[in-house]
């Protein structure tokens, strides 16, 4: 008997839901995409520019077998359900699903869910739509942008600059740490002081003379003032005030990556790589269940099912008077609200009771979205703030101090914020003090500070560029290619990334710019939404765009490669420095009659004797550029670790200790140690 067919991306997903759905369904996976544009037509675009850029697809490699087998279990089911992600990118997926299993309207249906439990599965099943083509077009007129760009402009950078490809968005994010960079290079300290007057249970600062603010900039300023103070200070006003702290929106895409970010200490891909374990399912005592909900998300709502249930759950746990109200945020023109915000399937699933089902980075991140979303749904925190204006001799100076009166959703998100009280002392107007001591401090104002990899999300997220889906893998890309490096978890760009920045600017500085990108957003959100044909907005962007390349090709220098200052061995002229695909080497100038190139000494870096032979273990890079660490006998001897040998033997079995983070840890046994 035929069975209802269901279809989504991932394989860990068609267990779960298969369990939800029970035995009239079959559960299988596309794997994620199964089709993309060709490299056909003009310059490998994909796409028939002259008819209004029809896409031609093809097979991705490795996905014949799949979309055989596909076609297979189509022919055997009696209804196909296309239950790809809940976004533009999940849309377009099934419509390519559609159209390459050979679908007719009659023939399948489109659900969406949020979460991957069984209320919600079941509950989407109810809801049954035919795919929204706009959706499809938006998402489609995104991927045929950046094959044009890309492909167009990576050609134009290899050609001209030692880079190896640029980027519709790419660029625009390289862009911003260059010139981040620059205004550092051309910022220019100014010196100042600050004088601080030391009491017996506080400390205030100098911050006005009689009204108006007071400016130190040189020590003579200071020494100045210090001379003119007398020993005692009157204390001339006292303010009180009750003020509420904010609880904190439930996470969107954005706000997650920058919060894993700074308060766990994960990159953003690796963020989003847990959490979609999170969000596919998660191996329980009795259940495999998803335990949040859908990560790419820009959307701060929450269900009216979820809060009324948190809202039980807060009352029952802390209080009622902990019960707050959810917060709308302000909604920005591109905001898609398909779906909520990132949130856990369950409040009730808490995370100390289902640690022993997760790894300790799946912890970690699951009790942040959790303790985030049952704080959003808390009470303000009260505080009281008190303000001493202290005077001597028309010198005033503040002391400031906070306590907290009210806990309100610090209850259970005080791990991840700043909430200590800063006590004063009780005083009254018209006491008099007598300092204990007073210190001058001097000051430089500082340059803005470098781009870390949650404040350059934050950017992204603020200026409109890209969408959440992509935020982790822009900022990987660029690292990868060597545009940027990263130091003290700050973005410098370097050299290449410079250069390429440059050259772009000389053709493209009205593509490659904020303000293109933002407006380009806002053209494929009115795509989705059936305000813009979709093959318009391309034929409008390339009558601009192609003209531009074709003048850039002839108008952007090539810089020559910087000469090493010695001769070739065989031919005479000159050596330089050039730039491969495994990074610079030295080569003659006279290529390619001249094919010499300089075979440079590598300097090992030895880590410690090889315990299994007379040599030592060395760092190495593997072939995909990982580093690991083994002897430099090899292949005589294999001894080989990926985390750094300690050159220690293991007290409980003699193999060799390595260190990992800030642990001692034995290749062989469970020993470790801080």
């Known amino acids: 008997m035929s069975k209802n067919l269901v279809i989504v991306e991932s394989p860990h997903k068609t267990g779960p839901i298969s369990n939800f759905l029970g035995k009239d369904y079959k559960v299988v996976a596309s794997v994620g995409h199964i089709r993309d ?66 679908l007719k309207d009659s023939a399948y249906e489109r659900v969406v869910f949020n979460e991957i439990t069984k209320n919600a599965v079941l509950e ?18 995104r991927r045929i942008l950046d094959r044009i760009i890309g492909f167009r402009l990576s050609k134009l950078i290899q050609r001209k600059t030692a880079g190896s490809s640029a980027g ?53 300023d200071a020494d100045e003032v210090i001379e003119k103070l007398k020993n005692t200070y009157i204390i001339e006003n006292i303010t009180k005030k009750e003020k509420n702290k904010a609880s904190k929106m439930p996470f969107i895409t954005s706000t997650l990556q920058q919060e894993a970010s700074s308060k766990l200490g994960f990159s953003s891909k690796k963020t989003m790589m847990i959490a979609q374990k999170l969000y596919e399912g998660i191996a329980l005592d009795s259940e495999t269940v998803g335990l949040i909900s859908y990560m790419r998300t820009d959307s701060t709502r929450l269900s009216d099912e979820f809060v009324q249930s948190t809202y039980h759950y807060i009352e029952n746990m802390y209080g009622k008077e902990y019960v707050g109200r959810a917060k709308q945020g302000k909604k920005k023109d591109n905001v898609q609200d398909a779906h909520e915000a990132i949130r856990p399937t369950s409040i009730l699933r808490e995370p100390t009771k289902i640690k022993q089902f997760l790894t300790n980075d799946e912890y970690k991140l699951y009790r942040l979205i959790y303790v985030r979303t049952l704080a959003s749904l808390m009470k303000d925190a009260k505080t009281m703030n008190t303000t001493i204006i202290l005077d001597n001799k028309n010198y005033k100076f503040k002391a400031t101090g906070q306590i907290i009166t009210f806990d309100g959703y610090l209850k259970v998100y ?93 053709s493209f500085s009205d593509l490659i710019n904020v303000e293109y990108t933002a407006n380009m957003e ?54 330089v420095i050039r730039n491969g695909r495994f990074g610079p080497f030295t080569a003659c100038s006279n290529y390619p009659e001249c094919k010499y190139i300089k075979q440079e000494k590598k300097e090992e870096k030895i880590i410690c004797d090889c315990p299994n032979c007379d040599g030592k273990i060395i760092e190495k890079k593997s072939r995909k550029g990982k580093i690991f660490y083994g002897c430099n006998n090899y292949p005589k001897c294999r001894a080989a670790y990926w985390d750094e040998p300690t050159g220690e033997k293991c007290p409980e079995c003699g193999e060799m200790l390595t260190k990992k983070k800030d642990k001692i840890k034995c290749t062989n046994c469970d020993y470790e140690r801080e």
């Open 37 to 102: 544009l060709s490299t056909k037509g003009k310059y490998g675009f994909g796409v028939d520019i002259d008819n209004h850029f029809k896409p031609d697809y093809v097979p991705i490699k490795g996905k014949k077998k799949i979309i055989t087998d596909l076609k297979k279990e189509v022919k055997n089911a009696s209804k196909v359900f296309l239950a790809t992600d809940p976004d533009r990118e999940g849309e377009a997926i099934s419509w390519h699903l559609k159209d390459t299993l050979g």
């Open 124 to 141: 989407a099943f109810k809801h049954e739509r035919k795919i929204d083509q706009n959706l499809v077009n938006s998402q489609e007129t």
């Open 168 to 220: 519709r968005v790419q660029s625009v994010v390289l862009k911003l740490v260059v010139d981040r960079e620059r205004e550092i290079e051309a910022f220019k300290a100014e010196e100042y002081w600050t004088i601080t007057s030391i009491f017996k249970e506080f400390e205030a600062d100098l911050y006005a003379y009689k009204k108006d603010k007071i400016e130190l900039k040189t020590e003579k």
């Open 414 to 506: 005080k791990d991840y914020e700043d909430s200590k009280d800063t006590l004063l002392p009780e005083v009254k107007e018209g006491d008099i003090l007598e300092k204990i001591d007073v210190k001058k401090e001097q000051h430089f104002t500082n340059p803005p500070a470098r781009y870390t990899e949650q404040k350059l999300i934050k950017a992204m997220e603020e200026l409109g560029i890209g969408r959440p889906s992509t935020y982790a893998s822009t900022i990987d890309i660029i690292k990868k290619r060597g545009y940027v490096h990263v130091e003290d978890k700050k973005f410098v760009p370097t050299d290449v990334g410079i250069e390429i920045t440059d050259k772009l600017q000389i």
């Open 522 to 575: 806002n053209d494929l959100d009115k795509i989705a939404e059936g305000k813009e044909v979709w093959y318009e907005v391309l034929e409008d962007f390339y009558k601009k765009f192609e003209p531009s390349v074709v003048e850039a090709f002839d108008k952007i220098e090539k810089e020559a490669p910087k000469e090493t200052g010695e001769l070739c061995p065989n031919c005479n002229h000159p050596l």
